[in-house]
């Protein structure tokens, strides 16, 4: 139980063009979704956090107007990234904590590489 | 400041080996420690969660240990198989902190044949 199917797991796009993923909880309700970024070899870094029905919450330093997120509902959370550049590349992945908030399930994570 | 520190930061052992991850934090006031799996490429997997109160927990081939008191945290892989080979994430979660878990760096495990 508790799994969370997210898509695409990779991606190429031009420079300055937009790339949406989506994480969809299967077989339970997210409430909150939260956005990670990770480059190579280095920890995953909380981007945002999502919540159904309102504004998501961005860590500092992250731009809320190039990665826009949705959480139009309960089992779905999406995360654009607009005009996007070559540094944009990396591996996004999402997490949604379940039940009494002591697990939290991960995406399967999106390789977006911007040439 | 909560800050999670993994050790070491890579590991290279051979097929069958045992080997001992660590990981000390500093995430107060403390609510549990998990430990993940992540494969290259791939989104972490939960191994072990442990509250305050377990010292110990088992997931296999997989035994993790906490000292509450210490603040310290250690993942040991008995008979290690080539499919171990990944990031080892220590996640330490506090109550009533923000962003309600802290990630450790991971330590990035190779087991050769």
């Known amino acids: 139980g508790a799994v969370v199917s997210q898509h695409p797991s990779w991606v190429i796009c031009k420079s300055g063009t937009s790339v949406k993923i989506e994480c969809r909880s299967l077989?339970?309700?997210?409430?909150?979704m939260f956005w990670y970024r990770q480059f190579p070899k280095q920890s995953l870094m909380l981007m945002a956090t999502?919540?159904?029905?309102?504004?998501?919450?961005?860590e500092q330093g992250v731009e809320k107007d190039k990665f826009l997120i949705n959480h139009a509902s309960l089992t779905l959370s999406t995360l654009t990234v607009t005009s996007a550049h070559p540094e944009d590349s990396s591996f996004y992945i999402c997490?949604?904590?379940?039940?009494?908030?002591?697990?939290?399930?991960f995406g399967s994570g999106t390789r977006l590489t911007v040439v | 400041k909560n800050q999670v520190e993994q050790s070491p930061q890579s590991l290279i052992i051979l097929e069958g080996k045992n080997c001992t991850l660590q990981?000390?934090?500093?995430?107060?006031?403390?609510?549990?420690l998990r430990w993940y799996k992540q494969d290259t490429g791939r989104g972490p997997v939960s191994l072990t969660i442990?509250?305050?109160?377990?010292n110990t927990k088992s997931n296999g081939r997989y035994t993790a240990t906490l000292d509450a008191d210490t603040k310290q945290s250690s993942l040991h892989i008995t008979a290690s198989q080539l499919s171990d080979s990944a990031s080892y994430i220590c996640?330490?979660?506090?109550?009533?902190?923000?962003?309600?878990?802290?990630f450790g760096p991971g330590t990035r495990l190779s087991v050769l044949p």
């Open positions: 997490s949604a904590p379940h039940r009494d908030l002591r697990g939290y399930t």
């Open positions: 077989d339970f309700q997210a409430t909150t």
């Open positions: 999502s919540n159904e029905g309102s504004k998501a919450t961005y």
């Open positions: 442990m509250t305050f109160s377990e």
């Open positions: 996640v330490v979660s506090a109550r009533n902190y923000g962003q309600n878990f802290v």
């Open positions: 990981c000390n934090y500093t995430v107060s006031p403390f609510s549990n």
